[in-house]
């Protein structure tokens, strides 16, 4: 099943993608979430948090999943993605932060912790709902263009596009970190559902590619029309290719 949610404007992209966490949460109070980073969830956060202040939504039996960490920084550095998720989402609704999970970044042995996050999402009965954004280029979480897809959690080198792309997060190019570890292509694929956010004019190519072009590991996202259970949101620009 595959459905699109067009939002004229981020604000209205962002309500309705919250929407649907909303109604997974309801169905199922303790769900697991795959979180996303990003500039396009931060909307749907927000709202989330709004909703959570008016006792409208209930975070207390939630566990959550990121999909990715920066490697080399900890959840200390105002550019992990701990850090980004504890400031936009896991310090302003009712989560336990015991039940919240981010790949470390800082590990001294990255084959031991990406086998460890891949045992730790089957020990959670695995996700009930993967929020994902979508790069420029077609990678999700940061799993980039590449010969094949990659099945489990992994290091990989991030593309100069991505580097570029989340350079506007950081005082300066340099800055930015050159690899991370990210969920695999598999673990996104056994998400029960998924939601994906996209805003803007620029994504408009790339949705098109990723949703009506051939499924390919050179546009990591097509791999998504394969699964049973997918919701695209996004805003009438990022939309615009697609009718």
């Not at 290091?155 to 100069?160: G, P, R």
Request: glycine share 10%.
């Amino acid at each position: 099943m595959f459905r699109i949610l067009k939002g004229k404007d981020y604000d209205e992209m962002s309500l309705f993608a919250a929407n649907v966490i909303f109604a997974q949460i309801t169905l199922k109070p303790d769900c697991v979430l795959g979180l996303a980073t990003g500039s396009s969830p931060i909307g749907t956060y927000n709202q989330l948090i709004k909703w959570n202040n008016d006792n409208l939504v209930d975070f207390s039996q939630v566990t959550s999943v990121n999909l990715d960490e920066y490697v080399g920084l900890d959840g200390l550095s105002d550019q992990s993605y701990r850090y980004f998720m504890n400031h936009h989402l896991f310090n302003h609704v009712n989560i336990d932060s015991g039940n919240t999970y981010v790949p470390n970044g800082r590990t001294d042995d990255v084959k031991k912790e990406c086998e460890h996050y891949d045992k730790l999402i089957r020990d959670l009965g695995g996700i009930d709902l993967q929020l994902l954004g979508l790069g420029n280029n077609g990678h999700i979480g940061f799993n980039e263009p590449a010969d094949s897809f990659a099945k489990g959690t992994h290091k990989v080198d991030l593309t100069d596009s991505t580097i570029k792309a989340n350079s506007r997060f950081f005082d300066q190019a340099k800055d930015v970190p050159t690899q991370a570890l990210t969920m695999g292509i598999g673990n996104i694929l056994l998400a029960e559902k998924i939601l994906i956010v996209v805003s803007g004019e620029e994504k408009a190519d790339i949705v098109k590619k990723a949703f009506f072009g051939p499924v390919t590991p050179q546009v990591p996202a097509s791999i998504l029309q394969l699964h049973k259970d997918v919701t695209l949101v996004g805003d009438e620009a990022a939309l615009s290719g697609i009718g």
